[in-house]
């Protein structure tokens, strides 16, 4: 593998093999990859509002209740950064909520196969799947297509 840093310079590096002792995708759960924590945002938040949590926390999705008031009975809502460069286009993106532009969050639990995880991002056309916790089913993190990636790349186990 070479990396250009410059337009006169290239280097090599052998490529990095388990260096992480992740386990392979078939092995692994979604607790081996997800990222923990939760970012949430109130359903009033402004777009621009939640732009601003995205960019300034470099994350890729925000949660649209309270982590806190998210019952077993309540769907949980999320904006991704695609869903907010969509509105961003639109006439009327200054006068939209955070709850005009949530869609129903697709969960895992933290104990699913990363496999089924990563075939039902697939399915689905996402980028982000909630995280739940496997005994209480309170969000507990996020798993994008990178930290998929991750485990493909590095897994060994």
């Given at each position: 593998?070479?990396?250009?840093?410059?337009?006169?310079?290239?280097?090599?590096?052998?490529?990095?093999?388990?260096?992480?002792r992740l386990p392979r995708l078939?092995?692994?759960?979604?607790?081996?990859?997800?990222?923990?924590?939760?970012?949430?945002?109130?359903?009033?938040?402004?777009?621009?509002?939640?732009?601003?949590?995205?960019?300034?926390?470099?994350?890729?999705?925000?949660?649209?209740?309270?982590?806190?008031?998210?019952?077993?009975?309540?769907?949980?809502?999320?904006?991704?950064?695609?869903?907010?460069?969509?509105?961003?286009?639109?006439?009327?993106?200054?006068?939209?909520?955070?709850?005009?532009?949530?869609?129903?969050?697709?969960?895992?639990?933290?104990?699913?196969?990363?496999?089924?995880?990563?075939?039902?991002?697939?399915?689905?056309?996402?980028?982000?799947?909630?995280?739940?916790?496997?005994?209480?089913?309170?969000?507990?993190?996020?798993?994008?297509?990178?930290?998929?990636?991750?485990?493909?790349?590095?897994?060994?186990?």
């Open positions: 593998m070479s990396v250009t840093t410059d337009s006169h310079a290239t280097h090599t590096r052998p490529p990095v093999v388990g260096s992480f078939a092995h692994a759960r979604v607790a081996d990859a997800m990222r923990p924590g939760v970012i949430g945002v109130s359903p009033d938040t402004s777009l621009r509002d939640v732009a601003r949590i995205l960019a300034g926390k470099h994350i890729h999705c925000v949660l649209v209740n309270s982590v806190e008031k998210l019952g077993a009975r309540q769907a949980a809502r999320m904006i991704s950064a695609l869903d907010l460069l969509s509105a961003a286009v639109d006439e009327a993106f200054e006068d939209r909520t955070a709850a005009d532009l949530a869609a129903k969050a697709l969960a895992v639990s933290t104990d699913a196969q990363l496999e089924d995880a990563a075939r039902l991002m697939a399915e689905n056309r996402v980028d982000h799947l909630l995280v739940i916790d496997a005994s209480d089913a309170h969000p507990v993190g996020v798993l994008s297509t990178l930290d998929v990636a991750g485990i493909v790349a590095w897994g060994e186990a």
